[in-house]
């Protein structure tokens, strides 16, 4: 972060200053005691089982210069606030503003899957032209996307944010709190349907990034998805397509996979045409890659500089497609990060897309569907074996739909399917089942945990 003194932090979240809150905050911004160092500021956020509050002595004796707090505290100077993570924005919005009138390029990212992994590609495309922020992880909520912008300093050159919705006006506050320049839509799913009732509705909620545009903005918008591509009224900025169709405005041709899963293909921008070589997996890659590239080439990278950098980029957060082979010869494929049904197809096509000599999906529930969640898991199941799965794994209560569809498509119970209660008796199948030459995909929603059991998986040929 830029280095703020207490008073320019209580001006700009509109905070009371405690008597012997006097100094500079040199170092970052955190909202964990237990990461605290020297020259820090702390934001004690209230949550439904611990209180910030409560661990202001720790945050002191770590080396924290202050904190943002409910209530004062002996501890430690505060800048006493009325709630926290509302003060964390105000203080993002206002380093952002500075930062902004100083060069920085703000880049913001929404879809309903795909963010974080596209995040990733253009954080190591614009890397290669200057100084970027874009850490590892799915920091895109009403906390995470402010500590990010605070992440950055005055060397920053571009800083790339990942925008998540739970609701109408997610985005936009999100916005308000650091304003892209260039924004990127991904897709319009079916996650988080329990929430939007609708994909219309998420449409709706996933365009407030580009109506938060500026006229001298750009907005990347994938013309393969049609309720994206639809957003482009809905915005002043200029727009550039991304896609696989030739109208798009850049585009994947010849696209290949090699045995690993990789994508191969040649990235064509008006008249250039520049060979690519993913070092991520699955097909699906391709069209964050396309987002990536559009996103980076509005930020003045030119398509070969791209092109290069796409190819020497790879994966940085965990749980999503991350290959691992055994020393045992079983390929463990962990993507248990999240899920919803268009991430749970793009999986499988990548499972698939694996060579090995039997392909195992591990399959957990996914959330937040909404009253259509029994059809969409029974059509999963459905799906797991129409795309070749050799064993489908349902684990858990809520997943039993997914079993139910792949036994309809013609699964064999035992052989082809099986439904198990929970990780534990999934970890006992597993240890069983798997033999050398097994590729085993592992995902769900996060809240369902099945990364222990990918995890536990590849414990179990650790000493093969």
Not at 421 to 443: F, H, I, S
Request: hydrophobic residues 45%.
């Amino acid at each position: 972060m830029i280095p703020l003194s207490l008073a320019e932090v209580a001006e700009a979240v509109a905070g009371r200053l405690t008597p012997d809150a006097t100094g500079v905050v040199t170092g970052k911004v955190t909202v964990d005691s237990r990461t605290v160092a020297p020259g820090d500021l702390f934001v004690a956020v209230p949550g439904e089982r611990v209180d910030g509050a409560d661990f202001l002595a720790a945050a002191a004796a770590a080396g924290a210069v202050a904190a943002l707090s409910t209530r004062p505290d002996d501890a430690l100077p505060c800048v006493v606030v009325d709630e926290p993570v509302a003060a964390l924005g105000r203080l993002a919005a206002e380093v952002h503003t500075r930062l902004v009138a100083g060069g920085l390029t703000t880049l913001g990212i929404t879809g309903s899957s795909g963010k974080t992994s596209t995040k990733d590609l253009l954080g190591q495309v614009l890397a290669a032209a200057g100084p970027t922020v874009s850490p590892p992880g799915s920091y895109n909520n009403d906390i995470g996307l402010p500590l990010t912008v605070l992440d950055a300093d005055a060397t920053t050159r571009f800083l790339v944010l990942e925008m998540g919705s739970r609701g109408p006006g997610h985005i936009a506050r999100l916005c308000g709190i650091a304003r892209p320049r260039i924004g990127v839509v991904l897709n319009v799913g079916s996650a988080h349907l329990g929430e939007f009732g609708s994909p219309e509705g998420t449409a709706a909620a996933k365009g407030e990034l580009v109506e938060a545009l500026p006229a001298d903005g750009t907005a990347v918008l994938n013309a393969d998805d049609a309720r994206v591509l639809g957003m482009r009224p809905r915005t002043r900025a200029r727009v550039l397509t991304t896609g696989l169709a030739d109208g798009a405005d850049v585009r994947a041709a010849d696209v290949t996979l090699d045995d690993a899963g990789r994508a191969r293909f040649t990235l064509t921008v008006g008249e250039e045409h520049h060979p690519v070589r993913l070092q991520v997996v699955g097909a699906h890659q391709v069209a964050n890659a396309l987002s990536a590239t559009a996103a980076a080439l509005a930020a003045g990278m030119a398509p070969a500089d791209v092109a290069a950098a796409l190819s020497a980029a790879g994966p940085r957060s965990r749980w999503r497609m991350e290959v691992t082979r055994r020393a045992d010869g079983v390929t463990v494929v962990n993507d248990a990060y999240n899920a919803n049904p268009e991430s749970m197809r793009a999986a499988l096509a990548a499972l698939t897309g694996l060579s090995g000599q039997r392909r195992v999906a591990v399959l957990g529930a996914m959330g937040e569907l909404g009253p259509g969640a029994d059809a969409e898991h029974e059509r999963l199941g459905e799906d797991a074996v129409a795309a070749g799965v050799d064993l489908v794994v349902a684990v858990g209560p809520d997943a039993v739909g997914i079993a139910r569809g792949a036994f309809r498509a013609g699964a064999r119970e035992g052989e082809g399917a099986v439904h198990v209660p929970d990780r534990a008796a999934a970890r006992e199948m597993l240890m069983e089942a798997l033999v050398p030459g097994d590729v085993v995909l592992v995902k769900a929603s996060r809240s369902y945990g099945l990364e222990v059991l990918a995890a536990d998986l590849l414990d179990a040929g650790a000493g093969a």
